[in-house]
Each structure stands twice: as structure tokens, then as C-alpha cells.
Nanobody
């Protein structure tokens, strides 16, 4: 079982950047497919980006393509989400997730088995 802890959220102005990190522990990080999701109160969790265990395959929601970049450092057991050109509609709690299916960049929340507690990202206009 893997434990996930997100960090790096905060308040930023529209057009700014943030980098989220997700530190993994408790299991072999490099075997897991990883993803980022976000959620607003009262709404369903929304896929943002996914990455395979090796990093060779990535997937993005259309709303963040060209602005966000997912990456991982298996030596540091850490997942990243670089967020550029942020918009107010990017405001949400961001969660990292791990899937035992590591070979693909998965897009559905039901495909992930472990979740972090989330970090708040707020983009002001």
C-alpha cells in the first residue's frame, strides 16, 4: 500500500504558476501509474493529468493541455504537476492518486486505488 501527501498549493493570481508535489511512501513508487485530479465542493472529482510508471506515457484533460505538465521522479518517490497560465476556473482541491495498473496514463478516478488528502489551489482574477 502506498501513502500519498500533496504539497505546493496556495493562492496565485491569474496567469501565474504553481508546482504541486506528491510524495509517496510505504511501497515501491515506480510500479504505480499516477494521476492528478481536482474537485470543487459538491462536484465530482475531475481528471487533470495521468502518467505511466515509466513516465513515457502521459494524458491530459483538454482544459489543461498546453498549460499543465505532469512528471515524476522515481528516484525521489515524487510526482509533480507544473501549472502555468493559471485561470480562476482552475481553482479546486487537487489530489494525487496511484493506480496498481502502472503501464498506462489512466484517466478515470475509478482506475486509481490510493489517494492523497488534497491541496487547495486558488486562482484569483
Amino acid at each position: 500500500q502506498v501513502q500519498l501527501v500533496e504539497s505546493g498549493g496556495g493562492l496565485v493570481q491569474a496567469g501565474g504558476s504553481l508546482r504541486l508535489s506528491c510524495a509517496a511512501s510505504g511501497s515501491t513508487f515506480s510500479i504505480y501509474g499516477m494521476g492528478w485530479f481536482r474537485q470543487l465542493p459538491g462536484k465530482e472529482r475531475e481528471f487533470v493529468a495521468g502518467i505511466s510508471w515509466s513516465g513515457s506515457s502521459t494524458n491530459y484533460a483538454d482544459s489543461v493541455k498546453g498549460r499543465f505538465a505532469i512528471s515524476r521522479d522515481n528516484a525521489k518517490n515524487t510526482l509533480y504537476l507544473q501549472m502555468n497560465s493559471l485561470k480562476p476556473e482552475d481553482t479546486a482541491v487537487y489530489y494525487c492518486a496511484a493506480s496498481r495498473t502502472g503501464g498506462r496514463a489512466l484517466t478515470r478516478a475509478t482506475q486509481y486505488h490510493y489517494w492523497g488528502q488534497g491541496t487547495q489551489v486558488t486562482v484569483s482574477s
